[in-house]
């Protein structure tokens, strides 16, 4: 590692981002002051609200690596820095962290000026999104529902939506919300590289619920929880529920932490990277997403790819492709009820777990391939 490595990694990422912003603004400074690298043919840039190895900074990094592939130089606007810095820098992308973009910056307007195309993805990036769209063609990638409605009621998002050349929507909950505003919004879902295929539980063996989410209210592992609480002492005996997850809210985590400590199938395994991720989920009979909010997770995604059975509340905007009972368990409603219905539905069903896997995989092929993702973009560049 250079010294500037080590001290952006280990010294600024640590911190709060309201101590390390103006460490990050002198190194990007240094970038930017003479233009970095000399202008490119074709640069395109992202926008991602961090660098954590969450599902949206994800999408980003699948959005640089197909247009690396295709000759963009890419530099990528990040609002926190996080371990998915490696994966970009990996690709060939310069990275710039700007803990609070303004729209007024000088550097945002001299690199809209240089770009064939500009990408944010969250509605949090909207500060880049004005910087952006005046000088260049800007798609903006919503997957927000309840955050979404709270910044254009308070007017943080209205000046974004209107300007973006293009909005898009990961699943239908999101483009409602946005469409009260704007009409042509176009709903656009993920499209990623499958997984392997996992092994399937015997019978005579636990049948294993992974909850993969950041630990905050919006994700509902506490939903989980009390779900299993309701549960007759038969089911339970019949279960193992893990949870992974980074905590994104230290209260919400300490009272998830109690609530595992009353069964002794419940496990907690905090966060993994990627590699863990994967090898988890390939484990897990089934994927629990018991959010009370969620426009299309990626964990919902990877569970169709490897042949998981998926079980959703009716909050979460995958349900949008899948049929209850066919390819999916959907609950009736968002709630601890709801969810201890869901788990006894899949433990009466297990012994079709396989051809609910086999069907749940035929709709990520037809809707979440990640080829057909790549040609949309590619279409919506050359329509410019």
């Given amino acids: 590692m250079t010294i500037r490595q080590v001290i952006e990694r280990r ?3 640590p911190l709060p981002r309201r101590l390390s912003r103006y460490g990050y603004d002198f190194f990007r400074w240094l970038d930017v002051r ?46 926190a820095d996080g371990p998915m810095r490696d994966e970009f820098e990996r690709l060939g992308a310069r990275v710039l962290i700007d803990c609070y973009p303004d729209p007024r910056a000088t550097y945002l307007r001299r690199l809209a000026a240089q770009a064939s195309v500009a990408v944010a993805n969250t509605v949090v990036t909207a500060a880049l999104v004005e910087a952006w769209a005046p000088h260049v063609l800007t798609m903006w990638y919503l997957h927000e529902v309840s955050l979404l409605e709270r910044m254009l009621a308070d007017g943080t998002a209205v000046e974004a939506l209107s300007t973006a050349q293009r909005v898009w929507a990961g699943s239908d ?15 656009v879902p993920y499209g990623i590289e499958p997984l392997e295929k996992g092994a399937t539980a015997d019978a005579g063996q636990r049948f294993k619920i992974g909850v993969f989410g950041s630990i905050e209210p919006r994700k509902g592992q506490d939903l989980v929880i009390a779900a299993v609480d309701l549960l007759d002492q ?10 992974y997850g980074r905590v994104l809210d230290a209260d919400f985590a300490r009272s998830v932490a109690a609530g595992t400590k009353r069964h002794p199938n419940i496990f907690h395994h905090g966060e993994v990277d990627r590699t863990g991720y994967i090898a988890a989920l390939r484990t ?20 169709l790819s490897a042949e998981r059975v998926l079980m959703l509340t009716p909050d979460v905007g995958t349900r949008s492709w899948l049929t209850d009972g066919s390819d999916a368990f959907i609950a009736d409603e968002t709630s601890a009820e709801g969810i201890r219905h869901l788990i006894d539905r899949a433990i009466d069903r297990r012994a079709d777990a396989a ?11 037809r809707e979440f391939s990640q080829p057909a993702f790549r040609a949309k973009f590619r279409e919506a560049l050359l329509s410019q």
Wanted: aromatic residues 4%; contains cysteine; negative net charge.
């Fill in 355 to 365: 051809s609910i896997g086999a069907a749940a995989r035929a709709v990520f092929d």
């Fill in 11 to 13: 010294v600024l990422a």
């Fill in 284 to 303: 897990m009979d089934a994927v629990l997403v018991s959010s009370r909010d969620d426009t299309l997770p990626l964990v919902s995604i990877d569970a």
């Fill in 173 to 187: 909950m999101c483009a409602r919300v946005a469409k009260a505003r704007r009409s042509d919004i176009e709903v």
């Fill in 234 to 243: 038969a089911s339970r005996d019949q279960i193992e529920v893990h949870l």
């Fill in 34 to 79: 003479s233009g970095g690298r000399p202008p490119a043919k074709h640069l395109a840039l992202l926008a991602t609200n961090d660098l954590s190895r969450s599902g949206a900074p994800w999408v980003v990094r699948e959005i640089a690596d197909f247009l690396t592939s295709d000759g963009y130089d890419v530099v990528v606007v990040s609002m």
